[in-house]
């Protein structure tokens, strides 16, 4: 009797062992997806160069573990620039705005379905200085008065730039600061200035002066200066990579993306 349930003891653990290892082949305990159709699939996108940061850090290689067929190629710009490149046919599977004005001109001219259009991030704008400034500024309505350079995004393609200039005329001090300004071609550019010291002060996202220790952040924005910052996600029509460009679209609003966007200062748009 002892020797039959030894036996039976020992049948049994082999077909656990054996059904383990039909799992494991068929990759029922991977957690990355073996969806063949996404094999070899590459989604371009398109972004606002303040989404630099979060995206080449974090996002895209947590995208490419979880699908390890496919391939993400970002292209970092102002939002501007990137809407007059995928207007001249740049090559684009997504497009991620730091401002609205950007997307709903593409949406207009029939390059973005408007119903996938989400709105997904929202960001705050700042006045920066550089670490070691010694300045006495502490408002937006202080930059009147200085005699300093004042670094911005160019607004006619920056929306970064746009804010800033929103901002500044609601104050009523556009006339008294523009002399004063240095137009830069994307938010990064600004920071950059400023982080370097050939610009005494500059406009920046929140988030952009998070990620740089060689500057420092002397207030926010007057919340009634200007409109809230939104930054808008959607596919372009003309994607050729549909099922790996929706995956990419669903990660970006999945519980473990947004979680990464908040720790790089971004807050969720409800």
Request: include cysteine; aromatic fraction near 6%; hydrophobic fraction near 40%.
């Amino acid at each position: 009797m002892e020797r039959n349930m030894k036996i039976l003891i020992v049948a049994i653990i082999v077909i656990i062992a054996a059904v383990v290892v039909g799992l494991y082949a068929t990759g029922s305990f991977n957690t990355s997806s073996t969806d063949n159709s996404l094999q070899g699939q590459e989604v371009h996108v398109a972004a606002a160069a303040s989404l630099k940061n979060v995206y080449d850090q974090k996002l895209i290689p947590m995208f490419e573990e979880k699908y390890p067929g496919v391939k993400v190629t970002p292209t970092y710009a102002s939002s501007g620039d990137l809407q007059k490149q995928i207007e001249n046919g740049l090559d684009a599977d997504v497009f991620m705005s730091a401002g609205n004005k950007q997307m709903n001109a593409l949406v207009d001219e029939g390059l973005v379905d408007n119903s996938t259009n989400v709105q997904s991030l929202e960001n705050k704008l700042v006045l920066i200085v550089p670490a070691d400034s010694n300045t006495n500024v502490s408002s937006f309505k202080d930059l009147k008065d200085v005699n300093g350079t004042i670094a911005i995004g160019d607004p006619k393609s920056v929306p970064a730039g746009q804010y800033a200039n929103e901002s500044l005329h609601n104050l009523g001090i556009w006339d008294d600061v523009e002399p004063k300004l240095s137009l830069a071609t994307d938010v990064t550019a600004v920071l950059n200035q400023v982080a370097q010291g050939s610009a005494d002060y500059g406009i920046v996202y929140a988030t952009d002066a998070k990620s740089n220790d060689n500057v420092k952040v002397v207030c926010e924005a007057p919340k009634d200066s200007l409109k809230t910052i939104i930054y808008p996600v959607a596919p372009l029509k003309s994607s050729e990579n549909d099922t790996a460009t929706q995956k990419f679209m669903e990660f970006l609003q999945s519980q473990e993306a947004q979680q990464v966007f908040e720790d790089y200062g971004f807050t969720i748009h409800n």
